[in-house]
C-alpha cells in the first residue's frame, strides 16, 4: 500500500495549489482521508478530513473557507485545494488514510503518504 502526496510548491500569498493523495493498494472510497501539515519543531496539525461513511468534509477553523478537501474516485485520488494562501500556511503537507471511519486526527492513520512541502512567500 503506497499513498503519495503531490502538489506542493511555492506560491505568493493569496495564491492557490492544489495538493493530490493517490493510493495504490487500497480504494480510498473506502477509507477516510486527511490531510496535515507540520512545520519543524512544531506538533502536525490536521487540515482537512473527508469521511469514509458519507463524504463529509471537516475543516478546523484555521483554514475553513480557504481549503476544500474532494474525492476522484475514478483515479483514486483526494484533492485538497487550497485558496488565499498565507505564509502561516507554509509547511510539509501529508495524506493518511484511515478504514471506516468519519474523521481521524494525527495520531490515527492507517496509511501516511511521504509528504510535499508547501511553500508560501512573496
Known amino acids: 500500500v503506497q499513498l503519495q502526496a503531490s502538489g506542493g510548491g511555492l506560491v505568493q500569498p493569496g495564491g492557490s495549489l492544489r495538493l493530490s493523495c493517490t493510493a495504490s493498494?487500497?480504494?480510498?472510497?473506502?477509507?477516510?482521508v486527511g490531510w496535515f501539515r507540520q512545520v519543524p519543531g512544531s506538533e502536525r496539525e490536521w487540515v482537512s478530513c473527508?469521511?469514509?461513511?458519507?463524504?463529509?468534509?471537516y475543516y478546523p477553523d484555521s483554514v475553513r473557507g480557504r481549503f476544500a478537501v474532494s474525492r476522484d474516485s475514478h483515479k483514486n485520488t483526494v484533492h485538497l485545494q487550497m485558496n488565499m494562501l498565507k505564509p502561516e500556511d507554509t509547511a510539509v503537507y501529508y495524506c493518511?488514510?484511515?478504514?471506516?471511519?468519519?474523521?481521524?486526527?494525527?495520531?490515527?492513520?492507517?496509511?501516511w503518504g511521504q509528504g510535499t512541502l508547501v511553500t508560501v512567500s512573496s
Open positions: 493518511a488514510a484511515q478504514f471506516g471511519v468519519t474523521w481521524f486526527g494525527p495520531a490515527g492513520g492507517n496509511y
Open positions: 473527508v469521511s469514509s461513511t458519507d463524504d463529509s468534509k
Open positions: 493498494g487500497i480504494t480510498l472510497d473506502d477509507y477516510a
